[in-house]
């Protein structure tokens, strides 16, 4: 199926953005996994970026992730990201392993690869009415948000990742509503994970998709004060149930890469897409 999407959507997007890619799942992930999906990314679609939703590799406490060596071997720009859902103590992990890369392959070239870090991934969006609804899982306030990111600010002071952008990533609704108002000036960058496949009741076909996503995006750009704004997850399934009105297939995920990848290349918008490998989800988005 994976392969089936990217003979037809691969030709879509030619042109070099600031960053492009996929975004990459932690769980079971070894050295040998990442270096070979950012190798077929990279061969496939020419999109050598990678998202990560932890610096913690899979099954340690706080070892440092394999995807950095993995991404230095292969010349993959990094978007870091710290899990912030929990509490101090597991958030202390999240900054050893950050340390940690920072002093074992800050003289391999990180910094060069680091396009941002994020702290957290749609938190605000899990602890909001509809993500309590969809028993979306633990999230996390923009208070606590607030200071883990200055915690985060301390930890790269005076390193060679001290330049590197901090941010956070979220949904549209969460971003723009005003009880989260803390998070939009502690950040130096917004990551906007934005999926019209899942807007039920707003007319959520293929064919309304990219309008609902260039309407999101303008909701996030007129609260961030200028900031920059990327997308840091999209994407359309290849096979599941339906949506309301939004069918997943490989033709109309296709169509979604072509009508918005392209468009986020045309405006040199950073973007990592969503996902490489999906195996065993459903709706699969890969």
């Not at 340390?99 to 070239?109: D, L, P, R, V, Y």
């Not at 994020?118 to 602890?127: K, M, N, Q, T």
């Not at 130096?188 to 959520?204: A, H, I, T, V």
């Not at 994407?235 to 309301?244: C, H, R, T």
């Amino acid at each position: 199926m994976r392969a089936s999407f990217y003979a037809l959507a691969g030709g879509a997007a030619s042109a070099m953005a600031a960053s492009r890619g996929f975004n990459y799942a932690s769980q079971g992930a070894t050295l040998e996994t990442f270096t070979n999906q950012f190798e077929s990314a990279a061969a496939i679609t020419d999109y050598s970026s990678a998202r990560l939703y932890t610096m913690i590799q899979d099954g340690t406490a706080n070892t440092v992730i394999s995807a950095i060596p993995a991404a230095i071997k292969t010349n993959t720009t990094l978007l870091l990201g710290l899990w912030a859902s929990e509490n101090q103590e597991a958030f202390n992990n999240e900054l050893t392993a950050l340390k940690t890369a920072i002093s074992q392959f800050g003289s391999q070239g990180l910094a060069d690869l680091t396009v941002g870090i994020s702290v957290g991934s749609e938190d605000l969006y899990r602890i909001s009415e509809i993500g309590i609804k969809q028993k979306s899982g633990y999230g996390q306030t923009a208070d606590v948000l607030v200071d883990y990111i200055g915690q985060v600010r301390e930890v790269v002071k005076d390193t060679v990742l001290a330049n590197v952008p901090i941010g956070h990533v979220d949904t549209w609704n969460a971003f723009t509503n005003t009880s989260n108002s803390a998070i939009l000036d502690a950040v130096d960058f917004f990551g906007l994970d934005e999926y019209p496949f899942y807007q039920d009741g707003e007319g959520n076909s293929i064919d309304n998709a990219s309008d609902l996503f260039w309407k999101a995006y303008n909701k996030v750009e007129a609260v961030a004060g200028g900031k920059p704004l990327w997308i840091t997850e999209t994407g359309w399934p290849v096979k599941g149930n339906a949506e309301d009105e939004a069918v997943p297939s490989v033709e109309n995920a296709a169509k979604y890469w072509q009508d918005i990848a392209c468009e986020l290349e045309a405006r040199c918008i950073n973007f990592w897409w969503y996902i490489l490998n999906d195996d065993g989800s459903s709706p699969s988005f890969s």
